[in-house]
């Protein structure tokens, strides 16, 4: 029997875990700190748009994690920037019965384009996803997801290209847990196109009126298309997909917020923030492509400074980022 270890438990992770605890999906949730010690102790507050329950988990701390067998499949939710340690920490554990963790399939919920890659040094068998879901974690022992009537949108496939019985299973899985899932054979498209959204959480850290904040995001998206392109990525359209997202929405008074993504949630709590994994990552392609991105890296340098100075959301003006003339 599959059963899936979730490796995180912010938002995306322990959202999924929840979902798998109601719909009886083997799973055990695997995290670390306040967070984890909160879940395993009291279980975790889920807050849906009808209602707030607590659910009582099966989870861990990294330190004491479960013994992994045949059949488990790795669900990495932790940020693209804690990638290379956690791929590090779990590939080389040993299986029951014979072989290392490494030669288990691990699926990749990252945003940017970085993770795979990474995981693909350790792992042999890699499942990257695309995920659309209005989730919240600011709060310790605390969830907020407030998409309906379904928990988000994912779109699931081999990494770095193809199809196979496991990836079907993983979204057969993720649809029966409530998900909206589909599975492609070019995963890499998803992920830049959802890359060319991403590019623009960082707006949200800034104050300023919210036409100079729309014309800053539409400019860094603009911007990131042109590198995306000539970094030899087609990024999927909307019509390509094959299940039905039109009546999937936030629910209003679920609470989520507008300008409240996970990039403002991580300096909210006073964690490292995935910036450099975002308008970084147009910025490295357009260095390796000799396509200028100076947006992207005017807004990286500044929210690096952000974070490097202890600042938090809306202390410095958008204006002040230092758009290049």
Same mark, same amino acid.
């Given at each position: 029997?599959?059963?899936? #270890?979730?490796?995180?438990?912010?938002?995306?992770?322990?959202?999924?875990?929840?979902?798998? /605890? +109601? %719909?009886?999906?083997?799973?055990?949730?695997?995290?670390?700190?306040?967070?984890?010690? %909160?879940?395993?102790? %009291?279980?975790?507050?889920?807050?849906?748009?009808?209602?707030?329950?607590?659910?009582?988990?099966?989870?861990?701390?990294?330190?004491?994690?479960?013994?992994?067998?045949?059949?488990?499949?790795?669900?990495?939710?932790?940020?693209?920037?804690? !990638?290379?340690?956690? +791929?590090?920490?779990?590939?080389?554990?040993?299986?029951?019965?014979?072989?290392?963790?490494?030669?288990?399939?691990? !699926?990749?919920?990252?945003?940017?384009?970085?993770?795979?890659? #990474?995981?693909?040094?350790?792992?042999? *068998?890699?499942?990257?996803?695309?995920?659309?879901?209005?989730?919240?974690?600011?709060?310790?022992?605390? !969830?907020? !997801?407030?998409?309906?009537?379904?928990? @988000?949108?994912? +779109? =699931?496939?081999?990494?770095?290209?193809?199809?196979?019985?496991?990836?079907?299973t993983i979204v057969s899985d993720l649809t029966k847990a409530g998900y909206l899932a589909e599975a492609s054979a070019d995963i890499r498209r998803w992920k830049a196109a959802k890359l060319l959204h991403n590019v623009t959480n960082a707006v949200e850290l800034f104050a300023g009126t919210p036409e100079a904040r729309a014309k800053a995001a539409t400019e860094l998206a603009d911007e990131a298309q #042109?590198? =995306?392109?000539?970094?030899?990525?087609?990024?999927?359209?909307?019509?390509? *997909?094959?299940?039905?997202?039109?009546?999937? *929405?936030?629910?209003?008074?679920?609470?989520?917020?507008?300008?409240?993504?996970?990039?403002?949630?991580?300096?909210?709590? &006073?964690?490292?923030?995935?910036?450099?994994?975002?308008?970084?990552?147009?910025?490295?392609? @357009? *260095?390796?492509?000799?396509?200028?991105?100076?947006?992207?890296?005017?807004?990286?340098?500044?929210?690096?400074?952000?974070?490097?100075?202890?600042?938090?959301?809306?202390?410095?003006?958008?204006? /002040?980022? &230092?758009?290049?003339?």
């Amino acid at each position: 029997m599959t059963r899936y #270890i979730i490796i995180g438990a912010g938002a995306v992770g322990a959202s999924l875990a929840a979902e798998f /605890e +109601t %719909h009886g999906i083997p799973y055990v949730l695997v995290g670390r700190g306040a967070q984890i010690a %909160h879940i395993a102790a %009291h279980g975790l507050s889920y807050r849906r748009p009808k209602e707030t329950r607590v659910v009582r988990l099966n989870a861990v701390d990294t330190a004491t994690p479960p013994t992994l067998r045949q059949g488990d499949i790795l669900v990495l939710t932790v940020k693209a920037q804690d !990638v290379e340690a956690a +791929t590090d920490f779990w590939a080389w554990r040993d299986v029951e019965g014979a072989g290392l963790a490494s030669e288990l399939p691990l !699926v990749t919920l990252q945003n940017g384009l970085a993770a795979e890659d #990474i995981a693909l040094r350790r792992f042999s *068998r890699v499942y990257a996803a695309s995920i659309r879901i209005p989730a919240r974690y600011t709060v310790t022992g605390e !969830v907020v !997801v407030g998409g309906e009537p379904n928990i @988000g949108v994912v +779109t =699931l496939g081999r990494y770095p290209q193809g199809l196979d019985g496991t990836a079907s299973t993983i979204v057969s899985d993720l649809t029966k847990a409530g998900y909206l899932a589909e599975a492609s054979a070019d995963i890499r498209r998803w992920k830049a196109a959802k890359l060319l959204h991403n590019v623009t959480n960082a707006v949200e850290l800034f104050a300023g009126t919210p036409e100079a904040r729309a014309k800053a995001a539409t400019e860094l998206a603009d911007e990131a298309q #042109i590198v =995306l392109k000539a970094a030899g990525y087609d990024a999927a359209a909307p019509s390509e *997909r094959t299940i039905d997202i039109s009546g999937w *929405r936030v629910a209003e008074g679920s609470g989520i917020e507008p300008g409240q993504q996970s990039t403002w949630q991580s300096f909210v709590r &006073g964690t490292s923030s995935e910036v450099d994994y975002l308008n970084g990552e147009i910025v490295r392609l @357009g *260095r390796l492509h000799d396509t200028a991105a100076p947006l992207n890296a005017a807004v990286q340098q500044a929210v690096a400074r952000l974070a490097r100075d202890g600042g938090k959301p809306g202390s410095l003006d958008i204006a /002040e980022v &230092g758009w290049p003339a």
